[in-house]
């Protein structure tokens, strides 16, 4: 079994307070996403984000497959 994860780019992009400024987000939200603490993002805020940055989503995101290590073991 795999493992995906998901992280964002942003964070390379831009400072926070501006990506705050130009997305609206509060800053506790905006946070956890440019940091990669989150584990859920709503479609509505991806779409605030890239009609901010006028991107796409696949702009924004990095997909990491991993192999379980623990897979088979039991």
Sequence with gaps: MKTVTIKLRI???LAK???IAMTGL???NASRILDNETESIRFSTI???C???DCT???LFEVHEEEDPYDGMY
């Design 11 to 13: 964070h390379k992009l």
């Design 17 to 19: 307070y501006r990506f």
């Design 26 to 28: 509060g800053y506790k």
């Design 47 to 49: 779409a605030r984000i």
């Design 51 to 53: 009609s901010a940055l």
């Design 57 to 59: 989503p696949g702009d």
